[in-house]
């Protein structure tokens, strides 16, 4: 019996890991739900266990419910032995300290949440190898990735491709950009997430993002990373290896496949869930991924290049142009704006990390956040 906790439950990958965990119960217990503010939801998952425990990081109001923990009984939960498997489902940035905290207890880490990732890869998988700790990457590019370089050499992959559906915009012209409204952009022709990471796969900084988030996970040169425009997002990604063989890994596009195989794995289990009917299909096609048209690609490269907590500058610019898209303060253009000025603004001044610890990373993260504020409050006047 695996006995879990998901931190994010409320949202759309939590919700999709609730679902699966409580229709397969004699396989998985969930111990603890975790969220930022939403009450009803989290109250409604946790009557559905008895043992369950809840957390909310920003509660309207305190003693929301007779289950509810305290922070730091929180992090005891983590750290004890009624814990095995910790499900990472925040969105953005703000799930780093979880995920460090699950990592140091050694613990099972599903990670969908890929910004603390890129924010602060190479640390977390010094910790996971220090803590004896594992990562099961969920997010579904990656969880191909894992599938499909099992028991291969790992010296003989020659390229990674990762795969994305391209977004609402990848076939509209560029000068139609400017007038892209935020309705458009929440409108994904595939997955149905979050609103942060929608408007991420709508730019496709998204993929800028995943393109870090492999470099780290798997620990390969960026120059072996590509990402390709596949828009019936059913080949979830492609290793090539040195002998000129290239894998795939296929599935519907459904977030509780790589889910069923983090909690199932090393082994594979039957799921219920609908596969793909090969004789049905018509075509899958892909295409290269216009640079000039989506910048985010290239600001990937130059934020792995640089180093030294650029990946942290790039992630934190971004989640304040998107913040300010979703409240209609900027246009889709000035996200990519945004981001090429705060980028600039700390090569050229020299802004680097100088040391590595969650601490310092947090703090380096709060002056990337602040700096991207300040930029984007020129912008916007
Ligand atoms: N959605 C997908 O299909 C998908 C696929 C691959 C990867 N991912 C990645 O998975 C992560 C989650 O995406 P999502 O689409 O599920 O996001 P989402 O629907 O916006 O859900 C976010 C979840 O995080 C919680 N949360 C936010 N801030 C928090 C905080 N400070 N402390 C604790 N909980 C907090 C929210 O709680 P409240 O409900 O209370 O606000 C909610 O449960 C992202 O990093 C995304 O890039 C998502």
Redesign the pocket.
């Known amino acids: 019996m695996r006995k879990i906790i998901i ?8 919700k999709a890991a609730f679902d699966f965990i409580s229709k397969n119960k004699k396989d998985f217990e969930v111990v603890c739900l ?5 009450e009803k ?2 109250n409604k998952q946790a009557e559905k266990y008895v043992n369950c425990k809840t957390y ?3 509660p309207k109001k305190a003693n929301y419910s007779k289950k509810s923990l305290t922070k730091d009984k929180l992090l005891e939960l983590i750290a004890s032995n009624k814990v095995d498997t910790v499900i990472a ?4 940035s ?2 780093l300290d979880l995920i460090h905290h699950s990592i140091s207890c050694g613990k099972r880490v599903l990670i ?4 603390p990732l890129v924010m602060a890869g190479e640390f977390l998988i010094n910790e996971t190898q220090k803590s004896g700790a594992e990562i099961i990457p969920i ?2 590019e990656h969880c191909a990735i894992h599938q499909i370089i099992k028991g291969r050499d790992l010296d003989s992959i020659s390229k990674i491709i990762l795969t994305c559906s391209g977004g609402p915009f990848h076939s509209l012209s560029r000068n139609k950009f400017k007038v892209i409204t935020k309705k458009q952009a929440l409108n994904h022709p595939v ?1 149905k ?5 929608t408007i ?1 796969s709508s730019t496709l900084m ?1 993929k800028a993002l995943e393109i870090i988030e492999a470099k780290f996970l798997f620990e390969i040169e960026h120059k072996k990373i590509e990402a390709i425009i596949h828009p019936e997002s059913l080949i979830h990604s492609f290793v090539e290896f040195d002998d000129g063989t290239i894998l795939a890994s296929m599935a519907e596009p459904d ?1 509780k496949i790589p889910i069923s195989y983090g909690l199932s794995y090393p082994k594979t289990k039957k799921n219920g869930l609908k596969k793909i009917d090969m004789t049905q299909l018509k075509e899958l096609t892909f295409k290269k991924i216009d640079r000039i048209k989506f910048p985010s690609i290239d600001f990937a490269y130059f934020a792995i290049e640089k180093g030294k907590g650029m990946p942290i500058f790039l992630n934190a610019a971004n989640e304040v142009a998107v913040n300010h898209f979703l409240k209609d303060n900027i246009q889709f253009l000035d996200i990519y704006r945004l981001i090429s000025v705060v980028l600039e603004y700390a090569d050229k001044n020299n802004i680097k990390l100088s040391s590595v610890s969650l601490e310092s990373i947090q703090d380096f993260n709060k002056e990337a956040i602040k700096i991207s504020n300040h930029i984007s409050e020129q912008l916007i006047k």
């Open positions: 931190l994010g439950s409320t949202g759309s990958v939590g975790v969220a930022s503010s939403n939801v989290i909310l990081e920003n489902a925040i969105s953005g703000k799930g969908a949440n890929k910004e997010d579904s997955w997430m979050g609103s942060k990471i991420d998204n977030m």
